[in-house]
């Protein structure tokens, strides 16, 4: 069964460098999405992307986020300096164009983000 | 504002006992509810779409159910490889909300 899969499971990194996750979403799937969980909160959105564009945002993504899909298949989150606050796992998750209503979203494994 | 309550928080029953998990939410322009699983240090697992008030769906001991206002996940005769925590989650725009999630624990 198609899944998506995330790299790195886990990212350790110093506050102020840069990091890259990398997603593979599902391979016929157009709309792309992060979503960030900070321990024993809820998940919360970032980012959708579409047609090589973002499509929304949250008030969370700001001018230290920014996404790419540099490739046909990678999907990227790019954090420019990484704060403390930014501590948390990271999902990815793809779905499939429809109707009018919002698609299905299905979630990699995540990246936990670990800033010290 | 936008907003998806989920009830109880917590909620620990004996095998075999059913049960059911509430989801109540306010969002303009709904398009679609979603239940997911989470495991400890996993992703939200997809479970079930509902779109409109009345519909329903089953798989296996769960089932979920939708109104204009909230929906239920029953789960019936549940197993200890059922624990997890159940998250529901609201469609809006190109986006989804979740709720905080059910922890439910079932002891064998």
């Known amino acids: 069964e198609p899944e998506v899969t995330q790299t790195p499971s886990h990212q350790v990194t110093q506050m102020g460098q840069e990091v890259i996750l990398r997603c593979v979403p599902i391979?016929?799937?157009?709309?792309f999405y992060w979503y960030r969980q900070i321990l024993g909160q809820k998940v919360e959105f970032l980012v959708s992307f579409y047609n090589n564009e973002i499509s929304e945002k949250s008030e969370i993504f700001d001018d230290q986020f920014s996404v790419e899909r540099p490739d046909g298949s990678n999907f990227t989150l790019k954090i420019r300096s990484t704060k403390l606050e930014d501590s948390a796992m990271y999902f990815c998750?793809?779905?499939?164009?429809?109707?009018?209503?919002?698609?299905?979203?299905?979630f990699g494994p995540g990246t936990r983000l670990t800033v010290l | 504002e936008d907003q998806v309550t989920q009830s109880p928080e917590a909620l620990r029953l004996q095998e075999g006992e059913s049960s059911s998990l509430n989801c109540s939410y306010t969002v303009s322009g709904l398009r679609g509810l979603f239940w997911y699983r989470q495991d400890p240090g996993k992703g939200p697992e997809f479970l079930f779409t509902l779109y409109s008030a009345g519909e329903e769906k089953e798989k296996e001991r769960l089932k979920a159910t939708l109104t204009k206002k909230e929906s239920f996940l029953h789960i019936t005769a549940p197993k200890p490889e059922d624990s997890a925590t159940y998250l529901c989650?609201?469609?809006?725009?190109?986006?989804?909300?979740f709720g905080s999630g059910t922890r439910l624990s079932i002891r064998p």
């Open positions: 998750a793809s779905s499939d164009p429809g109707g009018g209503a919002v698609d299905t979203q299905y």
């Open positions: 989650a609201v469609g809006r725009a190109s986006k989804i909300i």
């Open positions: 391979s016929n799937h157009l709309y």
